[in-house]
């Protein structure tokens, strides 16, 4: 069974400064290759066109096509409300709220949050290993 990865944008495939994360374009290869990949970002509720919009600002439209096979999720208050706990998963975050970590905290699931810090060189990379493991 394959993976979702549940993905952010700010912060994991665009830094502070709105700027491509060394080898982001290669971990956008990577992830939609080998997981079951949706968005889980305010820059996509129910519609994807917006987080694709969004990137094609930044990313080359190779990289956009690829962008474009993620699905979209829908959520209200908190990003959790989008995973679907009955799948294995990774969620790739940012700066996750605490009440989020507390609802992973209560289903065991804590482990599928990975924290992304773009500030560390090579962040990508590290997060590409992990997810392999």
Known sequence: MTHRVNL??????L???QKLPQGAVRFV???VQHFDCYWLTT???SNIN????YLSKFYDIETIELLKTIKPTNWETLKTEAIDFDQKFYWLEDYPFESEIRVLEKRNLVSSLIKVDLNHPNELERIEKLLLF
């Not at 952010?8 to 495939?13: Q, S």
């Not at 917006?50 to 919009?53: C, E, F, P």
């Open 8 to 13: 952010d944008i700010d912060g994991v495939l």
């Open 15 to 17: 830094d502070k400064k």
């Open 29 to 31: 290869e990577f992830i």
């Open 43 to 45: 820059h996509c509720r």
């Open 50 to 53: 917006n987080a694709v919009s």
